[in-house]
Antibody, heavy 122, light 110 residues
Framework: QVQLQESGPGLVKPSQTLSLTCSVSGGSLNRGPYCWNWIRQSAGRGLEWIGRFQSGVTANYNPAFMNRVTISANTATNQISLKLTSVTAADTAMYYC??????????????WGPGTMVTVSS | QSALTQPRSVSGSPGQSVTISCTGSGTDVGAYDYVSWYQHHAGEAPKLLIYDVVERPSGVPSRFSGSKSGNTASLTISGLLPDDDSDYFCCSYAGSYTWVFGGGTKLTVL
């Protein structure tokens, strides 16, 4: 059974780059009809889809993050990474990674990690 | 302010039914039959309940059902159980490989 676990620094200074990792266990990033997403939840903005990575396909991003976000995968370590540049307090949120099983449906985020909290503060 | 609008809270007694709405627009909920619903107990990973408006993944009880009319999707939970006390949020495809979410609804089982 696939499990996801987010990790990263809990505190990031304003204007710096937020870097998070999602470790995938019980499955391989290289196998299966899956895409891997980052989603965040904050008190002010609710839930926001940030973007997704699918092996062999160009990553897709929420236009609201377009110039600041990069999502990529490291198949050697079976991890998906999120980098968000020039962060502000508005980027303070719980960050989740989630899998979509494309063979099931394009909207079926069927596996989620428990999330990792990131606070942006000096 | 989330892209999809959900009531902040709903409540019901054990055995009753409740419906949670999710209102979007003609560019997301109204445009595609790609609405999903999730249950989220605090501190845990969200759980997929409904996808493609009405479909249930294996293992999700038939007490959970989804529907859609125009720009509004709905999740109905029948035969409420104490464990249904949780947060619920919706999600819709919004075109161009993007997705939008609702703000979440707190269901209280009285």
């Amino acid at each position: 059974q696939v499990q996801l676990q987010e990790s990263g620094p809990g505190l990031v200074k304003p204007s710096q780059t937020l870097s998070l990792t999602c470790s995938v266990s019980g499955g391989s990033l290289n196998r299966g009809p899956y895409c891997w997403n980052w989603i965040r939840q904050s008190a002010g903005r609710g839930l926001e889809w940030i973007g997704r990575f699918q092996s062999g396909v160009t990553a897709n991003y929420n236009p609201a993050f377009m110039n600041r976000v990069t999502i990529s995968a490291n198949t050697a370590t079976n991890q998906i990474s999120l980098k968000l540049t020039s962060v502000t307090a508005a980027d303070t949120a719980m960050y989740y990674c989630a899998r979509v099983d494309i063979s099931l449906a394009v909207d079926a985020f069927d596996v989620w990690g428990p999330g990792t909290m990131v606070t942006v503060s000096s | 302010q989330s892209a999809l609008t959900q009531p902040r809270s709903v409540s019901g007694s054990p055995g009753q039914s409740v419906t949670i709405s999710c209102t979007g627009s003609g560019t997301d909920v109204g445009a595609y039959d790609y609405v999903s619903w999730y249950q989220h107990h605090a501190g845990e990973a969200p759980k997929l309940l409904i996808y493609d408006v009405v479909e249930r993944p294996s293992g999700v009880p038939s007490r959970f059902s989804g529907s859609k009319s125009g720009n509004t999707a709905s999740l109905t939970i029948s035969g409420l159980l104490p464990d249904d006390d949780s947060d619920y949020f919706c999600c819709s495809y919004a075109g161009s490989y993007t997705w939008v979410f609702g703000g979440g609804t707190k269901l209280t089982v009285l």
